[in-house]
Each structure stands twice: as C-alpha cells, then as structure tokens.
C-alpha cells in the first residue's frame, strides 16, 4: 500500500510495498535524502548521528554501524535481547487487566531493545522502561521527541511571517478560537 497526503508546504508520501521500501534504501537510496528541512529540528536531539545525515556522513555511519548487524550477532546477541524483551512485554501485557497503551508499551520494548544491543545491559541499568514505566530517562526522551516534533511548525509559521504578517495574523486568529474552545469546554464541565 502506498499513498500520499499533504501538510502545508510539502507532500508526504508513505509506502509499506517491498519493492518500494527496496528502491528507497537499497536500488535508488542516493535519491531519497532527508535533507535540512528533517534534520535541522533533530539535531539537538540526534545530532551529526546516523538517523539526522545523509550522504557521506551517513554512508560511512552505516558502514561502521553493519559490523554490529551481522549474521553471528543475530544469531547470538540480538536474537536472545529480543526474545528476553518480548516476554516481558508478553508478561506485562498478560498482568494487565482491561485496556492499556500498546503504542507507549511498544515504546518501551524499542528503547530497551536498541539500547541493549547497541551498548549492553550494564549501560542501561538505570532506564530499565520495561520493568519501570516512570524511567525518568524514558519520561526525558519522549518530552524532547514531543518538543522536537512540534518545533518545526512554529518555526515554519515565524518564517512565514517575516514576509508579510498576515501569517501571524492568522495565527493570533487560531490561537484564539483554540482558547475560545478551551474556555467553552471548561464551562460545559463546570455545567454538567
């Protein structure tokens, strides 16, 4: 499957076809670059790393980082990190009673897993986010995710403005009926 949508300024498009994901990292994957637009509003968080480069930076990134995915590694490292992982999330999942969050559980299994295969179990003693949920590494990392995610916008928004200000106008405008809204929710609760 494969579709497209807009957001303001750009058209994002998303695939889950093989031969597509194949032609983007694989057949073509010098076509497919992240560019400033992704990566400037990451590099606080990523930095000069792997996921926020492109080109030779990321070539020789990706050449120094394969040595840690090889088939032995699989079939001895990251093969058992996984399994111990997935039955602890199994674990969890089985104590639980009624619904829970599998997005922010399946957060949890990922950075435990990554962490674990890239630096080891003695490293991450203290973020453990499977085992506690309240990790304050786990609460950091997803706080500067949500602050990164949101940062481009506004600074889409400022750098329209600077032109004519009707951007800003706007704005103000949304901000608010985004307070209007608020107060109308407000007192609907304080009226039921």
């Known amino acids: 499957m494969t579709f497209a949508y807009t957001v303001p300024g750009k058209v994002v498009l998303c695939t889950v076809d093989p031969k597509n994901i194949e032609h983007m990292l694989k057949t073509n994957f010098d076509n497919?670059?992240?560019?400033?637009?992704?990566?400037?509003?990451?590099t606080d968080l990523l930095g000069k790393g792997?996921?926020?480069?492109?080109?030779?930076?990321?070539?020789h990134q990706r050449k120094t980082s394969s040595k840690m995915f090889t088939k032995k590694q699989f079939e001895t490292h990251i093969s058992k990190v996984v399994?111990?992982?997935t039955a602890k999330v199994t674990a969890l999942m089985e104590r639980e009673e009624g619904t829970f969050d599998m997005?922010?559980?399946?957060?949890?299994?990922?950075l435990d897993t990554?962490?674990?295969?890239?630096?080891?179990?003695?490293?991450?003693?203290g973020i453990g986010?499977?085992?506690?949920?309240?990790?304050?590494f786990l609460s950091a990392f997803d706080r500067s995710q949500q602050i990164l995610i949101t940062r481009p916008c506004i600074v889409v928004?400022?750098?329209?403005?600077?032109?004519?200000?009707?951007?800003?106008?706007?704005?103000?405008?949304?901000?608010?009926?985004?307070?209007?809204l608020l107060l109308l929710l407000w007192l609907l609760l304080l009226l039921w």
């Open 83 to 85: 399994a111990s992982n």
């Open 32 to 42: 497919y670059v992240k560019g400033h637009v992704f990566s400037d509003p990451f």
């Open 157 to 180: 928004v400022f750098v329209c403005c600077r032109c004519c200000g009707r951007c800003l106008l706007l704005l103000l405008l949304l901000l608010l009926l985004i307070m209007l």
């Open 129 to 136: 986010s499977l085992e506690d949920p309240s990790s304050p």
């Open 114 to 125: 990554i962490g674990e295969i890239g630096f080891s179990k003695s490293v991450l003693a």
């Open 103 to 110: 997005f922010q559980l399946m957060n949890r299994f990922t």
């Open 50 to 59: 792997i996921f926020n480069v492109d080109g030779e930076l990321w070539y």
